[in-house]
């Protein structure tokens, strides 16, 4: 036993890639300190002191969606309770709303697969929020996004791609992930894009020069076998297009969710082992975000030390996760971010969608 974990740790200290087996083995060791002591050699070794955050504004469009995925709370039925479309206007007055934030510098936009939108109804959003605002960088639309607008307009991912860019879209986000294996998502989102639809997507935004960013939602009905599948999948895709920016963990809440009987929430053990390990595996990632909306601050805090470089952002108004029942605030201010990354011992860094410094405090 201690000779299989000589042998992983000797990997990961010569730069040796780890295989599967030593993904379920690091997941299952219990040594929770030496894996975050490794991660944060090689966060170290990779990446330096650095912190990187955003001051960013998140405007989801919608949440009326077609799909209905098991594990969430912010899709709806048109019909439903607090169901919501932005119009334009909508749009530009949240963003205007955050722009009394002197350094704000980008936006996040994600929404439902809303059932009667067009594609060109959610292009013209984009376009319109650049045009007023073009200082903004936008980041937006998961893969799981781009696989729908690609299936309503009849379109190809290249044409749909090429449009977004067009209209003022810069990177790609990461949601939309899970877990990609068909078992899962078959299980709990059948709707939407399967796991090779998702690294479709991905792969042929990065063939037209646009980054995106990846994720894992952990924590409901996936194996451990299936997180390590999951990480090599996205590790391939990387291998091949060198286009994944960073790599987001989120952790399955489960309150108002159709699965809020069943699992209960990951703890702070899990989370920290999750991301200590993807770090690891992932060894072709330069980022690892912890997200302190799912987290919580304390515990993204503490991933600082275990593998993560990136703490998002001040988010503006966070709604997508506070439907689930997310325990943070639903912003945080500039100050803050930077005192939980000085405090863990690091160095802010205020910086763009493409992670372009704008500012090292
Ligand atoms: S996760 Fe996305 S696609 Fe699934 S129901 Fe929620 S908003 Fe819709």
Avoid at 172 to 192: F, H, M, Q, S, W
Avoid at 194 to 203: F, V
Wanted: aromatic fraction near 8%; charge should be negative; proline fraction near 2%.
């Amino acid at each position: 036993m201690f000779g299989e974990y000589n042998a992983i740790e000797k990997k990961i200290l010569s730069g040796e890639r780890l295989g599967r087996e030593d993904g379920v083995r690091l997941f299952n060791s219990g040594a929770l300190t030496w894996l975050g002591a490794l991660a944060d050699h090689v966060r170290r070794e990779k990446c330096g002191e650095l912190v990187y955050y955003n001051v960013n504004c998140h405007v989801n469009l919608t949440n009326m969606c077609v799909s209905r995925c098991k594990f969430c709370a912010f899709g709806r039925d048109a019909d439903a309770r607090g169901a919501y479309a932005m119009t334009i206007e909508q749009a530009i007055a949240t963003v205007e709303d955050a722009m009394r934030d002197p350094n704000m510098s980008g936006l996040h936009v994600v929404s439902g697969l809303h059932p009667t939108w067009a594609f060109e109804d959610y292009l013209s959003i984009v376009r319109a929020l650049h045009d007023r605002f073009p200082t903004l960088y936008i980041k937006g639309f998961t893969g799981v996004e781009l696989t729908h607008f690609a299936k309503i307009s009849g379109r190809s991912l290249e044409e749909i791609l090429i449009e977004l860019k067009a209209a003022g879209l810069q990177a790609i986000a990461g949601g939309g992930a899970e877990i990609l294996t068909d078992r899962v998502r078959n299980e709990l989102c059948p709707k939407k894009a399967t796991a090779d639809e998702w690294l479709n997507a991905a792969r042929v935004a990065h063939r037209l020069g646009i980054k995106s960013n990846a994720s894992m939602l952990y924590g409901h009905i996936e194996t451990i076998e299936e997180r390590v599948e999951h990480l090599i999948r996205l590790r391939e895709l990387q291998d091949e297009t060198h286009g994944f920016q960073t790599f987001i963990c989120f952790p399955f809440l489960p309150k108002n969710t159709a699965l809020e009987r069943e699992i209960k929430q990951t703890s702070m053990w899990d989370d920290l082992r999750t991301m200590a390990v993807s770090r690891l595996m992932l060894d072709n990632f330069d980022h690892i975000k912890a997200y302190w909306v799912m987290l919580t601050v304390p515990v993204a805090q503490v991933a600082l030390s275990f593998g993560a470089n990136d703490i998002d952002g001040t988010v503006h108004k966070e709604t997508i996760l506070h439907d689930a029942g997310a325990t943070s605030p639903t912003a945080l201010t500039e100050d803050e971010i930077i005192n939980v990354i000085r405090e863990a011992g690091r160095v802010p860094a205020a910086c763009d969608c493409n992670y372009k410094v704008l500012r090292l405090l």
